[in-house]
């Protein structure tokens, strides 16, 4: 609990505010990670539009349109690319929540005198863990764009 000696709650406040800048940087970190899963997801959202535009517009000009193996295919390896993005934008926030439920707590803790090593230890562990997790989708999804990019090169090649 904070002292009512001005200077020692002065002092107090400023070692916990030196303490909890890490993790702030580390808040900051992960908000451009958010930022760069949302751009991707907002790219594959746009090429499924796109798709789906082009798709009903050859059904307006012919009834009889029936959608090519490709395009399915597309359509769905984009879709898929849409749910493993969004779940590295779920845990990269539940990251961020963690990480700012570390400093809230390391806050209150002072504050309110209660020992909180313990709930801290563990909420920054599952905030590692969660953003281990981000960063593996992030590559799964990495990598579903190269070996797309590298199998219409193969087909590409294979036309001429």
């Keep these: 609990m904070l002292t009512s000696n001005p200077n020692d709650i002065i002092n107090t406040i400023s070692s916990l505010i030196q303490i ?3 993790p702030v940087f580390l808040l900051a970190g992960v908000a451009g990670l958010l930022n760069v899963f949302t751009s991707r997801l907002t790219r594959i959202i746009d090429k499924v539009e796109k798709l789906d535009n082009y798709v009903n517009s050859k059904e307006k000009k012919d009834s009889n349109y ?40 390391m806050f209150l803790s002072e504050l309110l005198n209660f020992h909180s090593s313990t709930f801290i230890s563990i909420l920054f562990i599952m ?32 036309q001429k």
């Design 66 to 105: 029936k959608e090519d193996e490709r395009i399915i295919k597309r359509r769905t390896f984009l879709i898929m690319r849409m749910q493993n993005t969004n779940l590295a934008i779920f845990y990269c926030t539940a990251t961020g929540l963690m990480i700012a439920l570390v400093i809230l707590t």
């Design 127 to 158: 905030a590692m863990a969660s953003l281990i997790i981000a960063l593996l989708l992030f590559l799964r999804e990495i990598y579903f764009t190269t070996s797309f990019i590298k199998s219409k090169k193969s087909t590409f090649k294979s």
């Design 20 to 22: 909890s800048v890490a």
